[in-house]
């Protein structure tokens, strides 16, 4: 089943006095259960792509043409198409989990909301017994405490896993990942990684991950479209891309990785010895 | 939180005795004499002297000062030389006026203000926004007084709409309401403006929107709530401000309130009135910031949880 199909998507930002054309005829589609990566690096006009389809870009700032639809249904039109699948059959997983969450409302309060927002029906006692094994779900200790904490309270890593959830809780066809783990610590980075792969097992969900990291990229991907100024200059299954890269720009980017092999930190350079034989 | 609260009741009742003190030494050290105002026509030095030496007012000023101490705490701030009465008596007897007139306005300020801000930061980079945002500057550019004219020119003398000044029916509030209003009107809806601009395009506001929360719970429920912190404080400041005496207004409409009795107590060098009103709103002013400021914990958990100030 075709998830998401957008087709010559065009977005042009207005910028007080010029036009910048961000996004410049980009065409691609998402299957069920599968992941799509959109690669390149800062201002290629990937993270734009991915804002333009939930259409998040406020209409004075953003033209957007062309044709993106979700479960069959085109999102560029009228605001009323996006508005009835957002938080329905499309969700989004944002960059920043530490700005991402209202800093004024417990937790638990932003969970049963979402919840709520695709099941009115549920009432506050199973909402919130819901948004508890949701919680679970995406392996937060002691969800209950959790639960009536503030966003302030958790570590970023937490925070992405709660909006995880919420976006898990939704019940979507679709979830959009613009750089979920760029603004978390190396060490986080991978369960938040192992967390989505898991996810992504156990539902079936179709995932479209914005991201400048080849590795998440390799590790995430059924396939991978590098973006450069605008539109996609490669595109095709990850190991394909990621082993014969055709385009000199995805030959530079993926010469840009660090090696990573032996190396000799020259601070340490010093036997450790001497510091024993002080005390 | 209970040292706190003490904290805040400390600094407000040094607050309170450096203002009074303050008022107290000013007004002894201002020209023109008081005597001179209660003295028959064309008094002897004998007859002014016999009349200072009634109020008290031979003395150095720091005598006079410990001897006001003392009775301000027997709770005597002393009577009025005008009226004969005691001063405290005379400033509550006023108070209810001011009290009614500034949360009337502060009332409508809020009522009128809020939802305008709101809708300023919607429609931001609109026409109509930016037809709004003239009026307000506008709003915020006319003083007072002159407000207060153009309102009586129109509406009592030209309208008759409203009796023009005094209070004499439930209607004689609404010109003087209007004229303190409009300037705060201006004033905080700009704030709320800012304040809402900043909040709608903060990235919590577009995630929630891609939950699929709906736009009228992201303006109020999101970004207003956040939004409110500033507001409030600045409501609680405009409306403790006002409490001290709208005098102007007062004076314009000829409210019966204690802005009005303070200027006709500096006029006729009534010392213990100008004192026991300084005394009155200050405190009530002091009391309004205090109240505002233990709101500040229930509206935000990060001043409440105390992790926000570490």
């Given amino acids: ?279 | 939180m209970l040292t706190y609260v003490l904290k805040r009741v400390g600094q407000t009742v040094l607050t309170a005795f450096l203002a009074v003190a303050t008022v107290f030494v000013l007004l002894r050290m201002a020209p023109g004499d008081p005597a001179a105002n209660y003295a028959p026509p064309n008094p002897s030095s004998e007859q002014l002297e016999a009349i200072r030496q009634q109020f008290g007012l031979d003395q150095p000023i720091p005598v006079q000062f410990w001897t006001f101490l003392q009775h301000l705490f027997q709770g005597d701030v002393g009577t009025s030389f005008f009226f004969k009465r005691p001063a405290l008596d005379v400033v509550l007897e006023r108070l209810p006026y001011t009290i009614t007139l500034a949360v009337a306005a502060i009332v409508v300020t809020s009522v009128v203000a809020i939802p305008l801000g709101v809708w300023m930061a919607r429609r931001n980079n609109t026409a109509p926004e930016l037809g709004a945002n003239i009026g307000t500057i506008a709003g915020q550019s006319m003083p007072d007084f002159w407000i207060g004219f153009v309102l009586l020119i129109l509406f009592a003398v030209n309208l008759h709409w409203f009796a023009p000044s005094g209070f004499d029916s439930a209607t004689s509030i609404i010109l003087p309401t209007l004229t303190i209003a409009i300037l705060q009107i201006a004033l905080i809806s700009r704030l709320v403006r800012r304040e809402m601009v900043v909040n709608l395009a903060s990235p919590y506001l577009t995630v929630a929107r891609s939950r699929g929360v709906s736009e009228r719970a992201l303006t109020w429920r999101y970004a207003f709530a956040n939004a409110a912190l500033p507001v409030v404080t600045a409501l609680g400041t405009r409306f403790a401000a006002m409490l001290n005496g709208v005098v102007i207004v007062e004076v314009v409409f000829n409210w019966p309130g204690v802005g009005e009795l303070v200027v006709n107590a500096l006029k006729q060098r009534d010392f213990p009135l100008i004192q026991a009103t300084v005394l009155v709103t200050v405190l009530l002013a002091l009391a309004v910031q205090l109240l505002v400021d233990l709101l500040y914990p229930l509206m935000d958990p990060r001043v409440r949880l105390g992790e926000a100030s570490s």
């Fill in chain 1, 1 to 279: 089943m075709r998830v998401l199909e957008v087709t010559d998507l065009q977005v042009e930002l207005l910028t007080g006095t010029s036009v910048v054309r961000a996004v410049d005829g980009v065409s691609f589609h998402i299957d069920q259960g599968e992941t799509v990566t959109i690669i390149g690096e800062s201002g290629s006009g990937k993270s734009t792509t991915a804002m333009a389809i939930l259409r998040l870009l406020p209409d004075d700032l953003a033209v957007i043409s062309g044709e993106a639809r979700i479960g069959g249904q085109d999102v560029t039109g009228s605001r009323k198409v996006i508005d009835k699948l957002r938080g329905r059959a499309v969700a989004l997983i944002p960059q920043d989990p530490m700005t991402a969450l209202n800093p004024i409302r417990t937790i638990g309060r932003q969970m049963t909301e979402a919840v709520r927002i695709k099941y009115p029906d549920l009432g506050r006692a199973e909402a919130k017994a819901r948004a508890l094994s949701l919680m679970e779900q995406v392996h937060i200790r002691n969800p209950a405490k959790q639960f009536d904490a503030y966003p302030h309270q958790l570590s970023g890593g937490m925070l992405q896993r709660v909006l995880i959830a919420m976006a898990v809780s939704t019940d979507a066809d679709l979830i959009v990942a613009d750089e979920p783990t760029s603004a978390l610590d190396v060490t986080v980075q991978a369960g938040i990684l192992d967390l989505l792969l898991e996810l992504q097992e156990q539902t079936g969900i179709a995932l479209l991950l914005i991201t400048h990291d080849l590795g998440v990229a390799r590790l995430m991907s059924d396939r991978v479209h590098v973006m450069k100024a605008g539109a996609f200059v490669e595109g095709g299954p990850v190991t394909d891309v990621v082993d014969h890269p055709q385009h000199p720009y995805t030959q530079k980017l993926l010469g840009a990785i660090p090696e990573l092999g032996p190396w000799v930190d020259p601070g340490a350079s010093e036997p450790l010895v001497k510091e024993a034989s002080h005390g």
